[in-house]
């Protein structure tokens, strides 16, 4: 997700969305990732349920994820729409570096 988190960041996360599966476009998530389960992926939601991507409808129960730097991501280009179930939470705020201190609003 750099150039918005790198490494070594802090951030806050919350959960509620998780349990009502609500989540807009611009968000930032934290999930699975689908290519190895003991892994999390930080990245941002660019399609939802219904929506049409790269040619294709985003499947009921998935969202399309990419990552800040398109240029270096992997992400739903690569593995394709990804489970709603993966998902683990949406970041808030970065909070560390302080000086770098950020609320995360969706685009």
């Not at 998780?18 to 190895?36: L, Q, W």
Request: proline letters at 7%; aromatic letters at 8%; charged letters at 30%.
């Amino acid at each position: 997700m750099e150039p918005t988190i790198t490494s070594g960041d802090i951030i806050i996360t919350e959960h509620i969305s998780n349990i009502f599966n609500y989540y807009e476009k611009g968000d930032i998530i934290i999930a699975r990732s689908p290519t190895n389960p003991r892994q999390h992926i930080c990245k941002r939601i660019t399609g939802l349920s219904g929506d049409r991507t790269r040619g294709k409808r985003i499947p009921r129960g998935h969202v399309w994820l990419e990552g800040d730097n398109k240029e270096n991501s992997t992400d739903s280009r690569a593995y394709g729409p990804l489970p709603q179930a993966l998902v683990r939470g949406r970041a808030v705020c970065k909070i560390w570096p302080l000086r770098d201190f950020e609320i995360f609003e969706r685009l």
